[in-house]
């Protein structure tokens, strides 16, 4: 399974961004997926997650309300939609698919997920 994180960028405070995560290898309808983030010198932290079905949504705390997860199954992409972003949202954006298939709540710790994408850097600026 390979997987391609695109659409981070340079965006000024208050702007939005929409992230794509494209798999490809093999389908991944039956496997929770999430996003996870890593600001410069700090550690990867978890943001989004979805089961395999793209409900039961998890979110760090610190993007609830201002950033949505969602999946198109067909197309085998997650995306992250990022509203009124913030200067702390500045980090390199990973998107993450979980090996455990069928799962109804989605992992929200890393260990749990065995996939990975390169990575799509977010910028924003005050």
């Known amino acids: 399974v390979q997987l391609q994180a695109s659409g981070g960028g340079f965006m000024q405070a208050g702007g939005s961004l929409r992230l794509s995560c494209a798999a490809s290898?093999?389908?991944?309808?039956?496997?929770?997926m999430g996003w996870f983030r890593q600001a410069p010198g700090k550690e990867r932290v978890f943001v989004a997650a979805?089961?395999?079905?793209?409900?039961?949504?998890r979110y760090a705390d610190s993007v609830k309300g201002r950033f949505t997860i969602s999946r198109n199954k067909s197309r085998n992409t997650l995306y992250l939609q990022m509203n009124s972003l913030k200067p702390e949202d500045t980090a390199v954006y990973y998107c993450?698919?979980?090996?455990?298939?069928?799962?109804?709540?989605?992992?929200?710790?890393?260990?749990?997920?065995?996939?990975w994408g390169q990575g799509t850097q977010v910028t924003v600026s005050s």
């Open positions: 993450a698919a979980d090996d455990t298939e069928f799962l109804s709540v989605p992992h929200l710790l890393e260990d749990s997920y065995s996939y």
């Open positions: 979805t089961n395999w079905r793209g409900g039961n949504s």
């Open positions: 290898g093999r389908t991944l309808s039956g496997n929770a």
